[in-house]
T-cell receptor, first 114, second 117 residues
Framework: NAGVTQTPKFRILKIGQSMTLQCTQD?????MYWYRQDPGMGLKLIYY???????DKGEVPNGYNVSRSTTEDFPLRLELAAPSQTSVYFC?????????????FGPGTRLLVL | AQKVTQAQTEISVVEKEDVTLDCVYE???????LFWYKQPPSGELVFLIR??????QNEISGRYSWNFQKSTSSFNFTITASQVVDSAVYFC??????????????FGQGTELSVKP
């Protein structure tokens, strides 16, 4: 079991460029999440998905898009990169929707927008 | 409104000292869950513990212990006889409601613990 995997580990983007952050989980979890972590701060929820074909906005969705075509994959798309999107991005998954479910995190993607 | 506060931004201790990381939360729900995660220098987030609002028993796991007090809305984490490998950022998080659409986690700002040899 690899758990939650993310690619790439690190990326530098120029302002206005686009990219997709990949996230895959092999635990057959229904729920998946994208968070961003800014320096000295906790994680903030960008988007989440309750299953294939269903996504919803979190606390900070502006500038991002997501899709979920399969249970395993939950890519995060940045269309027009801005310096404010410099952050570390974490993907997570949980078995179900209940509040007590533990979320398991991937290793993170460090993104620098210059 | 829901909120998690970790007032200690950074803590530095010498190996073998005991250290307590504070976590204070705010919620209007009577059913909620509290979590602690560890983020070592390598960057990943490692789940440590989950506690529900109906269980105020303290928990001990090796050198780690957690003290949950609803009266003060606190869920503090103590490391006994700290070791260099404990150096990390520790996050406290809250998940509200019996049925939490999306299972959203609200994180505190994190406490960076540095254990020196």
């Amino acid at each position: 079991n690899a758990g939650v995997t993310q690619t790439p580990k690190f990326r530098i983007l120029k302002i206005g460029q686009s990219m997709t952050l990949q996230c895959t989980q092999d635990m057959n979890h229904n729920y998946m999440y994208w968070y961003r972590q800014d320096p000295g701060m906790g994680l903030k929820l960008i988007y989440y998905s309750v299953g294939a074909g269903i996504t919803d906005k979190g606390e900070v969705p502006n500038g991002y898009n997501v899709s979920r075509s399969t249970t395993e994959d939950f890519p995060l798309r940045l269309e027009l990169a801005a310096p404010s999107q410099t952050s570390v991005y974490f993907c997570a998954s949980s078995l179900d929707k209940w509040a007590q479910e533990t979320q398991y995190f991937g290793p993170g993607t460090r993104l620098l927008v210059l | 409104a829901q909120k998690v506060t970790q007032a200690q931004t950074e803590i530095s201790v010498v190996e073998k000292e005991d250290v307590t990381l504070d976590c204070v939360y705010e919620t209007r729900d009577t059913t909620y869950y509290l979590f602690w995660y560890k983020q070592p220098p390598s960057g990943e987030l490692v789940f440590l513990i989950r506690r529900n609002s109906f269980d105020e028993q303290n928990e001990i796991s090796g050198r780690y212990s957690w003290n949950f007090q609803k009266s003060t809305s606190s869920f503090n984490f103590t490391i006994t006889a700290s070791q260099v490998v404990d150096s990390a950022v520790y996050f406290c998080a809250l998940s509200e409601g019996l049925y939490n659409q999306g299972g959203k986690l609200i994180f505190g700002q994190g406490t960076e613990l540095s254990v020196k040899p």
